[in-house]
């Protein structure tokens, strides 16, 4: 198994322009997340998803886009760049949700904008 | 909701030292406490986990000890080695399938 993959690994945009990040498991997992980490900083969740076609907004959503019309894959869409979304971005997915349940994580996409 | 704050933030040690890490937490409902581990440029990944019906929970040199009453749980790292280098972050749920993490704790072995 792949797990948890991501693309692009790195990324500049400039302010105002939009793009999209990819997330794929192949682990058949119900659970996807969006992380962004900020340097010195913990994970904060973007949008998660319970099942294809289901989402909802995690702590810090705005800005932000999800879709979920596969299991596999979970893409993140930042419309309108802004120098605050520069960070690096995690996707996480679980079999399950809530307690014990382990998050597996993509290796990241560093996003600059500038 | 939860809140999660995590301490000390940096932290040195001699190799072979021990190392502790705290987190608190504020909702007395939470229930599962992992630690996640994340290398210089690299994904966070799970290096132990906690439910609330123990108390401590040991795996080789890696503890985690859980205090519900004072809400606060910690890991503890023994005879630690320069490999052990790295970013540490708690974390606890925030209602239903969400986590809030803390801000991580920068541990630095050195040799």
């Known amino acids: 198994n792949a797990g948890v993959t991501q693309t692009p690994k790195f990324r500049i945009l400039k302010i105002g322009q939009s793009m999209t990040l990819q997330c794929t498991q192949d682990?058949?997992?119900?659970?996807m997340y969006w992380y962004r980490q900020d340097p010195g900083m913990g994970l904060k969740l973007i949008y998660y998803?319970?099942?294809?076609?289901?989402?909802d907004k995690g702590e810090v959503p705005n800005g932000y886009n999800v879709s979920r019309s596969t299991t596999e894959d979970f893409p993140l869409r930042l419309e309108l760049a802004a120098p605050s979304q520069t960070s690096v971005y995690f996707c996480?997915?679980?079999?399950?949700?809530?307690?014990?349940?382990?998050?597996?994580f993509g290796p990241g996409t560093r996003l600059l904008v500038l | 909701g939860e809140n999660v704050e995590q301490h000390p933030s940096t932290l040195s040690v001699q190799e072979g030292d021990s190392a502790v890490i705290k987190c608190t937490y504020s909702d007395s409902a939470s229930n599962y406490f992992p630690w996640y581990k994340q290398e210089l440029g690299k994904r966070p990944q799970l290096i132990i986990d906690?439910?609330?019906?123990?108390g401590e929970k040991k795996d080789q040199r890696i503890a985690v000890t859980l205090n519900k009453t004072a809400k606060h749980f910690s890991l503890h790292i023994t005879e630690t080695q320069p490999e052990d280098s790295a970013v540490y972050f708690c974390a606890a749920p925030a209602g239903g399938n969400q986590f809030y993490f803390g801000t991580g704790t920068s541990l630095t072995v050195i040799p």
């Open positions: 906690i439910r609330s019906n123990v």
């Open positions: 998803s319970v099942g294809a076609g289901i989402t």
């Open positions: 682990m058949n997992h119900n659970y």
């Open positions: 996480a997915s679980s079999y399950a949700g809530g307690a014990g349940e382990t998050q597996y």
